[in-house]
């Protein structure tokens, strides 16, 4: 059986991301799928929360054989210290 999906027609695209750490102490995932499709995942409570997702979207994009990197440029995120939640610093 031939499977003719629009996703499996050509070369696999690069995926890069990146991790905006807000002002309101959560971090948001911006992921590009080259050339220009953007996805936005905004919200999550903690670091280890994006990066557990982000995991998850390495392993979806690897069985679609796209490699996922960071974005060039873009700098480890370290949460810039120990927030409560409900209280903006």
Do not use: C, H
């Not at 991301?17 to 807000?22: C, T």
């Not at 309101?24 to 911006?30: E, N, R, V």
């Not at 990066?51 to 998850?56: A, D, H, K, P, T």
């Not at 440029?73 to 810039?80: D, R």
């Amino acid at each position: 059986m031939k499977v003719n999906a629009p996703y499996t027609l050509g070369m696999a695209r690069r995926v890069f991301y990146r991790i905006d750490d807000r002002r309101d102490g959560l971090f948001d995932a911006i992921v590009t799928i080259e050339p220009d499709k953007v996805i936005r995942r905004d919200g999550f409570v903690s670091l280890a929360e994006v990066e557990e997702w982000l995991e998850g979207l390495v392993v979806i994009m690897a069985a679609l054989g796209a490699p996922v990197a960071r974005e060039r440029g873009e700098q480890e995120v370290q949460p810039a210290r120990k927030r409560e939640r409900g209280r903006l610093l």
